[in-house]
Nanobody, 127 residues
Framework: QVQLQESGPGLVQPSQTLSLTCTVS??????????WSWIRQPPGKGLEWMGG???????YDSPSLKSRTSISRDTSKNQLTLQLMSVTPEDTAVYYC???????????????????WGKGTLVTVSS
């Protein structure tokens, strides 16, 4: 059973960098055809995909957040890291990490959806 657990500070000051860690258990961040994503949900709003990192270390960025985000992993600890720079109160949200599985067919990759999610962690940006 794959489990994901987000961790990090619950309060960040405006203009600072938000840093979160996702610890994966019951699975490996290097397993083929898997992308590990960061997703957030601001209060009263929908889910927003922020970016991800694949089994091969390739990162995928959201165009709207690309200039402020950095996603990395530590394979020795089976952890993923999200950094969001220059935060504002609009970055207040519940932050999730999730696993997305792909199937390779005829040279192309097809998503099978997000099958495992962490419980999420609330980050508030406020002075």
């Amino acid at each position: 059973q794959v489990q994901l657990q987000e961790s990090g500070p619950g309060l960040v000051q405006p203009s600072q960098t938000l840093s979160l860690t996702c610890t994966v258990s019951g699975g490996s961040t290097t397993t083929n055809y898997i992308v590990w994503s960061w997703i957030r949900q601001p209060p009263g709003k929908g889910l927003e995909w922020m970016g991800g990192i694949g089994y091969d270390g390739i990162t995928y960025d959201s165009p709207s957040l690309k200039s402020r985000t950095s996603i990395s992993r530590d394979t020795s600890k089976n952890q993923l890291t999200l950094q969001l720079m220059s935060v504002t109160p609009e970055d207040t949200a519940v932050y999730y990490c999730a696993r997305e599985v792909f199937t390779k067919y005829s040279g192309s990759y097809y998503s099978r959806g997000l099958d495992y999610w962490g419980k999420g962690t609330l980050v508030t940006v406020s002075s």
